[in-house]
């Protein structure tokens, strides 16, 4: 079945750094691509997508873009701010359900 | 994007008492989903409710465990029965608008002592 396979946490980084957040995944058929944000004590928001490969999903600074050939979706921004602590969450989904990874907790410090 | 509220935000409930979740949004949707995240985990989905017909279960979850209603396109409940603590989680529902995503509620977090 479908998978997503993140990269472990937790991360932390000082203010200005460049981020990375690995995300590879396993799907029948191609699935729609997914990173979510989760900041302390709130809900979950959708942060971007990415339909079909070779698309580039981007929103805040953060980008990803669908590698078919690899299977990843990485999430990177080249300048963190304290603001963007939070727990990451990469997903797929098809016509239905969303799959998700286990979480990547984000902490910057000033 | 949509409102989506949750009611409630969050309860500590007694071992083998049921509570019942409502998850409300602004506007008419198709499809609406409850998933559970467990303390430190990722999203697990429990079951898919549409309207008009009896909600579907992923592998693991059970109607007499989590019964759900889905009384119209506006409005569902997932009801945690006979809880244990193992069901302290968050549990969230969201709607699917378009063809790929997916809105969450601000979930209600669930304590069972």
């Known amino acids: 079945g479908d998978s997503v396979t993140q990269m472990e946490g937790p991360v932390t980084l000082s203010e200005e750094a460049f981020l990375t957040i690995n995300c590879t995944y396993t799907?029948?058929?191609?699935?729609?691509l997914f990173w979510y944000v989760q900041y302390p004590g709130e809900g979950l928001q959708l942060l971007l997508k990415?339909?079909?490969?070779?698309d580039k999903g981007s929103n805040k600074g953060f980008e990803a873009t669908y590698r078919k050939e690899t299977t990843s979706f990485h999430l990177e921004k080249g300048s963190v701010q304290v603001s963007d602590s939070a727990v990451y969450f990469c997903?797929?989904?098809?016509?239905?359900?969303?799959?998700f990874g286990t979480g990547t907790r984000l902490t910057i410090i000033p | 994007s949509a409102v989506i509220s949750q009611k409630p935000s969050r309860d500590i409930c007694q071992r083998g008492t049921s509570l019942t979740i409502q998850c409300q949004v602004d506007s008419q949707v198709t499809m609406m989903f409850w998933y559970r995240q467990q303390p430190g985990q990722s999203l697990t989905l429990i079951a898919t409710?549409?309207?008009?017909?009896?909600?579907?279960?992923e592998s693991g979850f059970v109607i007499d465990k989590f019964p759900i209603s889905r009384p119209n396109l506006t409005f569902s409940t997932l009801t945690v029965s006979n809880m244990s603590p193992e069901d302290s989680s968050i549990y969230l529902c969201?709607?699917?608008?378009?063809?790929?995503?997916?809105?969450f509620g601000p979930g209600t977090r669930l304590t069972v002592t």
């Open positions: 990415a339909t079909k490969a070779d």
């Open positions: 969201s709607i699917k608008r378009d063809s790929y995503e997916q809105y």
């Open positions: 799907a029948t058929g191609y699935p729609s």
């Open positions: 409710a549409n309207q008009g017909s009896e909600a579907t279960y």
């Open positions: 997903a797929l989904g098809g016509n239905e359900k969303l799959t």
